[in-house]
C-alpha cells in the first residue's frame, strides 16, 4: 500500500481529481480523540477506574442514548456509529473516526450480554472498523485507476450520487458491512455472527443488503461494482479496456490488513459524559515490557550472536516505539492473535499481548525455521 | 443522439447505450420443480454479476450503460447460458428460455435496448460520458466571459447576413483528452 501524502501529491496533477479540503464529521459528544497511525493498533480493556471527580454527566441517560442510535442506524446505517473521513477531501485529518458511545451502544445492542464487556466491546470495535476500512480500500483502489488512465473520478463519482439524490452508494456500504461479517466469521462463533447479522439486517437498503456481497464472488462482484461506478465512465470514454472481461481491475484492491495498517484511526474517548461501565482504550504505541517464554529461550539460545544483539536492539527499539507497517504486523491464519516483527535477512519474532500490558515473546527464528515455506 | 449518430457524439464523449437485462420473472421461478429452483436462482445470480460486469451502472435507472452495441448479441447469448446451465429437464427449460422470436432478424435476447420517444420516433437511448461527468469531463471547456462576447457579437453578425448562427454554437472544439486511441 503507497503512502497517501505520496498519492495525493500525484493526485494533485490531476485537475479536479482532489476536492477543497473538508473537515471530518463532528462528533456527537465531547471527549479526548486518541489518534493512532495505524488502524490495527488499539486494545480495548476494561478498567478500573470510573471517573475524575470533574466528570461530566449528561443530562440524558444511557437509554436515551440507545434509543436515539437506534433511530439514527436505522435512517444512515453503520455511519451514524463510525465514520471514514476521505483522503481526497484531507490531507491531514483523513480516516476512521469512531466514537467510544457507539462501541457501548454496539456492545449493548448486538451481543449477549453475559460475554464480559471488554470482549463484547473489542468485537464491536472491530465490526466498525471492518466496515470503515471497507471504504478506504475503495477510495484507495479509486486513486490508484485515477493516476493511471490521468483522469479525475472519485470526486465526479461523489458528486453524480448527490445529483441523482443518493447520500451513499448501496453497493459499497453492502460491502462493507459484509466485511465486517466475513472478518467476525473467521474469528467468532455462529451465535455472535448470527448477532451482528440479525443487528446489521435493520439497517437502511444497501447496508442492509450485505448478504449478496458475503461470499467470495458476491464480495468480488460488489468491489467491481463500486470501481464500475467511480471510474468506469471516464475508463471506458478513454478506451482503456475497462470493461474487458479479461482486465482483472481487482489487482488494484488493497490487501485488507494492510488496508487496516496503513489507515488512520481516531477512537473519540466520548464515553465519559454517561454512567458507563468505563473502557479504557489504547493504542498501542510502545512495548516497554516483553518476557521471554521457555520455547522463545531455548530458540534464542541457537542464534548467531548478532542476532541475539539484533533482539536486544529491537527490545529496546519496542520500549520507545513499535516499528513501521509491515515491520510489525499482525499475523494471520493459524498465527493468528501473535504478531510479527521482523529483523533483518528474514528473521522474525513471534509476539502476542498478555496481562497488564506486558507481551510474551513467544518464537524467533527464520522464516523457514518458523515451520513456513 | 441516435444510432448512427457517433459523429454527432464526438464532442460529447463517449456513447454508451441504456440496457436491462432479462431474467426469468418470479413467477416463472415458481412454477419451476422445487429441486431446480435453488440451481435455476443462483444461476440468475450468476447471469446478473456477469451483466453486471460487462456494463456501468447508471445511477436512479435499474438499466445500465453499455459500451458496444454490436456486442449485445453476444452477451445475451452468454448470460442465458448462464441462466440455463446445469438444468435438463425439459419442462424447466421451456420455462427459463426465451420464447422464440416472430421475426427472424429480431430475435429475442437477454437484453433489453431502452428506447426513447414513442410509436415510429422510436430510437435507441444513448447517454454520453460528456454529459454523464459534467464539468469533470476532461474535455469540458467553460467559456470566459471574453469568449461569449465575441461569440455574441459573431452571431448578432451571422444573423444580419440573414443565417442561423448554428454553425458558430457548434463551432467550438474542446481540447483534447489526456489519452485517447485514435
Known amino acids: 500500500v503507497k503512502n497517501i501524502a505520496e498519492i495525493r501529491s500525484s493526485l494533485a496533477d490531476i485537475r479536479h481529481s482532489i476536492g477543497y479540503d473538508i473537515p471530518p464529521n463532528r462528533p456527537r459528544f465531547r471527549g479526548s480523540v486518541i489518534k493512532s497511525a495505524r488502524a490495527d493498533l488499539w486494545d480495548l480493556n476494561q478498567s478500573d477506574d470510573r471517573g475524575s471527580p470533574t466528570l461530566i454527566v449528561d443530562v440524558r441517560d444511557t437509554d436515551d442514548l440507545f434509543r436515539e442510535l437506534d433511530e439514527s442506524v436505522s435512517v444512515r446505517g453503520i455511519e451514524a456509529l463510525a465514520w471514514y473521513h476521505p483522503f481526497h477531501v484531507s490531507a491531514n485529518k483523513w480516516g476512521i473516526y469512531i466514537p467510544i458511545t457507539s462501541v457501548h451502544y454496539c456492545a449493548a445492542r448486538w451481543f449477549n450480554p453475559r460475554i464480559r464487556l471488554s470482549r463484547r466491546a473489542s468485537l464491536a470495535l472491530t465490526v466498525l472498523l471492518n466496515h470503515e476500512v471497507i471504504h478506504y480500500a475503495c477510495e484507495y483502489m479509486i486513486a490508484q485507476f485515477e493516476l493511471l488512465i490521468r483522469a479525475c473520478c472519485w470526486v465526479p463519482a461523489r458528486d453524480r450520487l448527490k445529483k441523482a439524490g443518493f447520500e451513499w452508494f448501496n453497493d459499497e456500504e453492502a460491502l462493507a458491512n459484509a466485511n465486517s461479517v466475513r472478518q467476525l466469521r473467521t474469528s467468532a462463533p455462529r451465535a455472535i455472527v448470527d448477532g451482528v447479522d440479525r443487528a446489521l439486517r435493520q439497517s437502511p437498503p444497501g447496508y442492509r443488503d450485505f448478504s449478496l456481497a458475503v461470499s467470495d464472488e458476491g464480495f468480488q462482484d460488489h468491489i467491481l461494482e463500486v470501481l464500475r461506478h467511480n471510474v468506469g465512465i471516464p475508463a471506458v470514454d478513454l478506451q482503456t479496456g475497462f470493461l474487458d472481461p479479461a482486465f482483472d481491475a481487482l489487482a488494484f484492491f488493497p490487501d485488507l490488513d494492510d488496508a487496516r495498517a496503513c489507515c488512520p484511526l481516531y477512537l473519540i474517548d466520548d464515553g465519559r459524559q454517561f454512567d458507563f461501565p468505563p473502557l479504557s482504550p489504547r493504542i498501542v504505541t510502545c512495548i516497554p515490557h516483553i518476557v521471554e517464554t521457555n520455547r522463545f529461550q531455548n530458540m534464542f539460545r541457537k542464534l548467531e550472536l548478532r542476532r541475539q544483539e539484533e533482539w536486544q536492539q529491537m527490545k529496546m527499539t519496542l520500549a520507545k516505539a513499535v516499528p513501521r507497517y509491515p515491520r510489525f504486523k499482525k499475523l494471520k491464519g493459524q498465527l493468528k492473535g501473535f504478531w510479527g516483527l521482523y529483523l533483518s535477512d528474514g528473521f522474525r519474532v513471534h509476539i502476542r499481548p498478555a496481562a497488564n500490558g506486558i507481551w510474551e515473546a513467544v518464537e524467533i527464528g527464520s522464516h523457514t525455521a518458523m515451520g513456513h515455506g | ?182
Open chain 2, 1 to 182: 443522439m441516435t444510432q448512427t449518430g457517433k459523429d454527432e457524439s464526438e464532442d460529447g464523449g463517449f456513447p454508451f447505450s441504456v440496457v436491462r437485462m432479462v431474467a426469468p420473472s418470479s413467477t416463472a421461478l415458481e412454477q419451476l420443480a422445487s429441486d431446480i429452483q435453488g440451481l435455476a436462482q443462483a444461476n440468475i445470480e450468476r447471469a446478473r454479476r456477469i451483466f453486471r460486469s460487462r456494463t456501468l451502472p447508471l445511477l436512479g435507472s435499474d438499466a445500465r450503460l453499455f459500451d458496444f452495441l454490436p456486442q449485445v448479441g453476444n452477451l445475451s447469448c452468454e448470460l442465458d447460458y448462464a441462466i440455463l446451465e446445469g438444468i435438463h429437464d425439459e419442462a424447466a427449460l421451456a420455462i427459463l428460455s426465451l420464447p422464440p422470436s416472430d421475426d427472424e432478424l429480431r430475435p429475442n435476447l437477454r437484453i433489453e435496448i431502452v428506447h426513447t420517444g414513442k410509436g415510429d420516433d422510436r430510437r435507441i437511448e444513448f447517454q454520453n460520458a460528456g454529459v454523464l461527468l459534467g464539468k469533470y469531463w476532461y474535455r469540458y471547456q467553460e467559456m470566459n466571459m471574453f469568449d461569449v462576447v465575441e461569440m455574441v457579437k459573431e452571431l448578432e453578425a451571422a444573423q444580419e447576413r440573414g443565417q442561423s448562427g448554428l454553425d458558430i454554437l457548434r463551432r467550438s472544439k474542446p481540447p483534447a483528452p489526456p489519452r485517447r486511441v485514435k
